[in-house]
């Protein structure tokens, strides 16, 4: 009975539907390529080892958050708190580390691993009460992270009182200024992420779930899946991934303040969209991110390299999201269409 | 003699999809006042070619003919300005808007300043509701409807947009016999009327007897057609399937003598259940090896108690126990699986993940039983792979996404899901709801070696037949109350429909 409804006629679906189908993948891909031969092209500067590993290192951070996002948004959620927890986790670690007697904080001077550790606590802790509010009270996650967002400012201002605490445990030092060879930590750090991020999406049951609570929440939930802790765990994985981008960070800039963390949320949501991850949840994983991180490092590497007005630079910055945007609406619709409406 | 060409006409369609040969050189045609049914098998090709008349599709081979001018609908718009109206098979209503947005969705009244009058769009709404034979409050949010009453307003609004061509895919589906009595009252009206229908059903009974004409599709092909007075239910089935049609009306049958109760321990016991609003003091007990029925009509709350049953809807009061052990509904569906139940509810939409392939959707209620850490697809396509094959899915291909297969085929996945560990106590919704005979009959013949192998089962239906042909034991559910039982007897639609 089983008749094979096939001919090698049929495969012939028109060549726009085909490649349709890939544009989410395809598109992040290909404006990465082109922007690397461009930026090549018009810089002799551009394309060199050195800046090479300059791109890589300036994204690091970008791609630590954005893995965790990548897992919010897969589960059709959102995260607007991932820079204030990155920041917050970033004060900590300071708040927990001696500091010169110039810094006037009324600090808590502790053992270099046991503040690391208190400090990723403290991320998880906010990771925590997102989820719960998420889950268990029904608050939108937009809007439930928003009050994060503030919260995670709060107890940063709280604990540092607009100074400047410059001092943290030496092995985030290392990892996150210094380097081994030619390679800094930080992107090696990045790199470790990102493949556990993309290992755990796509060989673990967590990681289906993940997928298939996004793409149908109602249908996981009649499968027995248990839709609340999937999404509790997404939102507890974006706070991890803050909280170690946060203490990066605060090596990476050299020293812990407040806000100076606020261009990564941008940075790391544009990422997973440029990259292709759709917006609706469900589509997407680890490695459209890698290439949306790389298309933005790219872009304003290169920007600067080619001496870019840098106030147009903000201007184009947005244009490329607004596309990326376009993108990745269109290609939802394509995939609705193939699908056909009955 | 120069004849009229007739309203609608097409000539040797073809529509392929990615590796799936959808319709193959089809010929159709329509005439003015003419309800032309149409049947043929899950997957056949009929939602396909309906799309194509109603624009969805633009891309195919063939041509069409509307008073016999060739025409090329490119978007359902298209298709509307050309009087073509179309109902589709899959539910498209606007959840949060209200019943009288619903059913005027694209033509609102407009006052004089080009603003939307409400209060004509409600007058209007209730009048042409009223057509229907339904009353209910056009303010009310559609989606808070029974599903039978958000099917009918689906109608309303093609049925009276004043279309000449209307194409009504699978209406009656969630359809009570009452609600089904006004839709045909109404199409009968709007024949004489000189508009023209094409009805496509599964019910076979119900095809001949509304329509003029009759074609009859099988694996994308017209294999028959026939004005209905001179055809026979035994002959849609043989051209339906080709021969071996006996043992059919055999399983899928409307009359039955049920077994006397069994002596079996009670798997599910389910004490004093209620949800305000929906249903009251509900109690049943369900046996292993037994097959309860529980029928109403659309919106009486069977539906509901077998979602609460399930965990996804929140018991207001009751006790549910397992083999003697409380289910803790309380913890939602996780809860009620982890109890040993299983669900499958009567959407699809509710249960399939569209994009997914089909291993995925299968394997998906037994991951944590298949692998601990690591997943295994080779492992869900294999276990998947046969259930394709058991089922008889068509295409029977595990990597196609479920959204590309036909409405029927989808359903079967979805039972697919619990079958490779069995739960103890299996609810099903409406199981065959969509499905061709021959489907209906597989489904018959599931159910059937899943009691013999001691589960308890519970099938909640509005379909008389599905009840009957699956049941040992049937209750009988009216506005919200469990009203009747039938056990030990012997049954047939007319008194199931009586007590109901
Ligand atoms: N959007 C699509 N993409 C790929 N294949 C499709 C698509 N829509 C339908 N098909 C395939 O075309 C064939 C015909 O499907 P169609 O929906 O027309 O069947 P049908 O006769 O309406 O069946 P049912 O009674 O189950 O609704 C099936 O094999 C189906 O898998
Ligand atoms: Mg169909």
Known sequence: MSAPLTDPAALREPLWLRLGGQLRNLAPFVTLIALVVLFSLLSPSFATVGNVSNILQQVSITAIIAVGLTYVILCAEIDLSVASVANAAGILLAFFTLQDASVNIANIPLPGPLAMLLALAGALALGAVTAFGVTWIGIPSFIMTLAMLQIGNGIGALLVRGQIAYNVPDLVVALGSGSIGPVPWIVLVAALVLLVGHLVLTYTRFGRYVYMVGGNREAAEHSGVAVKAVVAGVMMISALCSGIAGMLGVAYFGSAQQNQFDNYLLDAISAVVVGGTSLFGGQGGIGNTIVGVLVLGVLNNGLDHIRMDSFLKILIRGLVLLMALVINVYAQRLRSMRRGVG | ?500
């Open chain 2, 1 to 500: 003699m120069p004849t009229d060409p007739p309203l609608l006409e097409l000539r040797g369609v073809s529509k392929r999809f990615a590796g799936v040969t959808a319709l193959d050189n089809v010929d159709f045609s329509l005439g003015r006042g003419e309800i032309h049914g149409l049947v043929g098998e899950n997957g056949a090709g009929k939602s396909t070619l309906m799309k194509i008349i109603a624009g969805v599709h633009s891309e195919y081979e063939g041509e069409m003919r509307l008073d016999g001018h060739p025409v090329r609908l490119r978007t359902p718009r298209d298709a509307r300005d050309a009087g073509i109206g179309m109902v589709h098979q899959e539910l498209s209503i606007v959840p949060a808007l209200s019943v009288a947005e619903n059913v005027m969705l694209g033509r609102q009244p407009l006052n004089r300043l080009g603003v939307i009058s409400w209060r004509r769009m409600r007058d209007q709404a209730r009048a042409q509701l009223r057509e229907l034979g339904i009353e209910v409050d056009p303010a009310a949010p559609a989606g808070s409807l029974p599903l039978g009453l958000q099917q009918m307003i689906e109608l309303a609004r093609v049925l009276l947009s004043g279309a000449r061509i209307l194409i009504l895919d699978e209406p009656t589906s969630a359809l009570s016999p009452p609600e089904v009595e006004k839709l045909f009252a109404l199409l009968e009206r709007l024949r004489a009327s000189g508009r023209s229908v094409v009805f496509i059903s599964h019910f076979l009974d119900d095809v001949l007897r509304i329509s003029d004409n009759v074609t009859v599709f099988r694996n994308g092909r017209r294999v028959g057609a026939s004005p209905a007075r001179s055809i026979s239910k035994a002959w849609l089935i043989e051209r339906m399937i080709g021969g071996g049609h006996e043992r059919l009306e055999e399983s899928y049958t409307d009359a039955r003598t049920l077994p006397p109760r069994p002596s079996t321990p009670a798997v599910l016991e389910a004490e004093g259940l209620g949800v305000a609003g929906l249903f009251d003091g509900a109690s049943l007990r369900v046996h292993a090896g037994e097959v309860l029925g529980i029928y109403g009509f659309m919106g009486s709350g069977q539906l509901e108690l077998a979602r609460a049953l399930s965990g996804k809807l929140k018991l207001d009061h009751g006790t549910v126990r397992v083999d003697g052990r409380e289910a803790r509904l309380r913890r939602g569906t996780p809860g009620a699986k982890r109890a040993g139940i299983a669900f499958v509810p009567e959407s699809r939409r509710a249960m399939l993940f569209a994009p997914q392939p089909v291993y995925r959707n299968i394997s998906i209620s037994i991951l944590e039983r298949i692998n601990r850490l690591l997943l295994r697809p080779r492992l869900e396509r294999e276990i998947a792979g046969g259930h394709v094959r058991r089922l008889g899915v068509r295409p029977a291909r595990v990597d196609l996404p479920v959204g590309q297969l036909s409405g029927g085929n989808q359903q079967k996945v979805a039972l697919a899901r619990w079958l490779t560990h069995l739960p103890r106590v299996l609810l099903l919704s409406e199981p065959t709801r969509g499905m061709d005979v021959g489907a209906k009959d597989d489904v018959v013949r599931i159910v059937r070696a899943l009691r013999a192998e001691g589960i308890g089962i519970v099938v909640v239906s509005s379909e008389p037949e599905t009840v009957l042909s699956l049941a040992d034991r049937i209750l009988v559910m009216r506005r919200g109350v469990l009203a009747r039982e039938f056990a030990g007897e012997a049954v047939g639609k007319d008194r199931l429909l009586e007590a109901a």
